[in-house]
């Protein structure tokens, strides 16, 4: 299995642009998990979907975050309008049922300049 | 949510067994820990889970003592590889869905 797939892997854009980062997870998984890492915060659990319901969206820090789930092989985070504080390694995830083990992207590292 | 306390960070001798302790004194009866590791800037990877009894697996071994409100991670042979910050967390189901919280983790440092 080629395993979580994320895109793209390095953006760099200037604020107030529209981001959107993409997550393909594992092929039979029906939980997918998005969560952001930055030094000051560590790794914050942003949203996750099971069986492409968002179930808690508590994480996601202002309205410029959204996340969709069309269909159980994408899933995509916008950021709009983004800011410099932003700036982060964004990681999907996913899983099948309550295995709690969770199999990670390799992450979207995004600066807003 | 259950929350885990961890050292910020731990050394420990190459060959020599790692023990990462994680406190989670608020842990309910049905709720899994887990332990995650983190190498460099790569996502996080599974390592183990337990709920009540001791686990081991090819990676480590868990130990949970009886009032579950403590574990230990046991590295048996560390390695320089096995350089990498370690989480604990308890999972929590929400609408039948499952939620992990990751805290600040310890840092582990294998030394040669």
């Known amino acids: ?113 | 949510d259950a929350k885990t306390t961890q050292p910020p960070s731990m050394d420990c001798a190459e060959g020599r067994a790692a023990n990462l302790p994680c406190n989670h004194s608020t842990i309910s009866g049905n709720e899994y820990v887990y332990w995650y590791r983190q190498i460099h800037s790569q996502g996080p990877q599974y390592i183990i889970h337990g709920l009540k009894n001791n686990e081991t697996n090819e990676m480590a071994s868990l130990i949970i003592t009886e009032d579950r409100k403590s574990s230990t991670l046991i590295l048996p042979h560390a390695t320089l590889r096995d350089t990498a910050v370690y989480y604990c967390i308890v999972r929590v189901v929400v609408q039948g869905a499952q939620k992990l919280v990751f805290g600040q983790g310890t840092r582990l440092t294998i030394n040669p």
């Open chain 1, 1 to 113: 299995d080629a395993g979580v797939i994320q895109s793209p892997r390095h953006e760099v854009t200037e604020m107030g642009q529209e981001v959107t980062l993409r997550c393909k997870p594992i092929s039979g998984h029906n939980s997918l998990f998005w969560y952001r890492q930055t030094m000051m915060r560590g790794l914050e659990l942003l949203i996750y979907f099971n069986n492409n319901v968002p179930i808690d969206d508590s994480g996601m820090p202002e309205d410029r975050f959204s996340a969709k789930m069309p269909n159980a092989s994408f899933s995509t985070l916008k950021i709009q309008p983004s800011e410099p504080r932003d700036s982060a390694v964004y990681f999907c995830a996913s899983t099948l049922g309550r295995t709690g083990e969770l199999f990670f992207g390799e992450g979207s590292r995004l600066t807003v300049l």
